[in-house]
């Protein structure tokens, strides 16, 4: 895959630089179309603005985390030059929407800390913002969750409390006022994550949402060491793969393709590149 191989070698060459200081001699790519770029701190809102916009049925979180704050931008500034990016992937994803079904959507990456939470929450907010399109967003990361902290959410009941039918999933969803979004956070970290998100409920309550909503987007953990990745990507219809510049490895990217369904990948999204804004892109 052509697209793929570029995005695996600006990547690279980003990692080299950062660790020898010097340039690589790997070839650059071409500039790309669209992208997350690193996102960028919000400009101040007036007080009582986040509190509206985070009020879901279980509350949101009154003191706003700046760190959270930029994971993300495209709630809190929707014209901004990175919001506007992520509606570009959301453009490219809707348009192969148009020619296959794209209803379930995993965001992964190869390891931990690379950006998928970011851009699984980003995507899910341009995507809810599209006029009369409601979207769900999971967060099935049940070993290191970060979807509720990111929206400022105070969750009771979640996925893996779902999963083990302790709780219906419309008691678990949250709701984000001013967007047609909606929640299911982890609550609890259960001991046997694996195990939930390979069994039957969650192939079940995958099948159920996907009836519900335009769009259902699934936060899934790193693709690298554990089969929690594998295991959700096989109930969705596409995937998105997030690769950190100047961070991630081109073999572990390729090594994550390996375990994945390579057919299933709509788009690759390099983010944290150093170069300039308008070579950030997906593929």
Not at 249 to 277: C, F, H, Q, W, Y
């Amino acid at each position: 895959m052509p697209k793929h191989y570029e995005a695996l070698q600006r990547a690279e060459e980003e990692r080299r630089r950062k660790v020898t200081g010097v340039e690589s001699p790997v070839p650059a790519a071409v500039p790309f179309e669209s992208a997350a770029p690193p996102v960028a701190p919000p400009t101040a809102r007036p007080p009582g603005l986040l509190s509206r916009l985070f009020k879901g049925r279980r509350g949101a979180a009154t003191e706003e985390s700046g760190e959270a704050n930029k994971r993300r931008i495209a709630l809190l500034q929707p014209d901004s030059y990175v919001a506007e990016q992520y509606r570009s992937l959301r453009g490219r994803i809707d348009s192969l929407a148009s020619q296959r079904p794209l209803k379930t959507l995993a965001v992964t990456s190869a390891n931990s800390g690379e950006g998928k939470s970011t851009c699984s929450v980003n995507l899910a907010t341009v995507t809810a913002m599209s006029v009369g399109r409601s979207v769900l967003l999971i967060d099935c990361d049940l070993r290191r969750p970060k979807v509720h902290w990111t929206l400022g959410l105070q969750p009771q009941v979640g996925l893996a409390e779902v999963l083990l039918n302790q709780a219906a999933v419309e008691e678990s969803v949250l709701k984000l006022d001013g967007v047609n979004l909606d929640v299911l956070p982890v609550r609890s970290v259960p001991s046997n994550p694996s195990e939930l998100l390979a069994s039957p409920e969650m192939r079940n309550l995958t099948q159920e949402v996907a009836g519900r909503y335009d769009r259902v987007i699934l936060d899934t953990p790193a693709c690298l060491g554990l089969p929690d990745a594998k295991s959700v990507s096989e109930l969705c219809d596409g995937l998105v793969m997030v690769v950190r510049a100047g961070v991630t490895p081109k073999e572990d990217v390729r090594a994550a393709l390996d375990i994945l369904d390579r057919r299933k990948v709509v788009g690759m999204v390099l983010n944290g590149s150093e170069s300039t804004r308008e070579q950030y892109g997906y593929y």
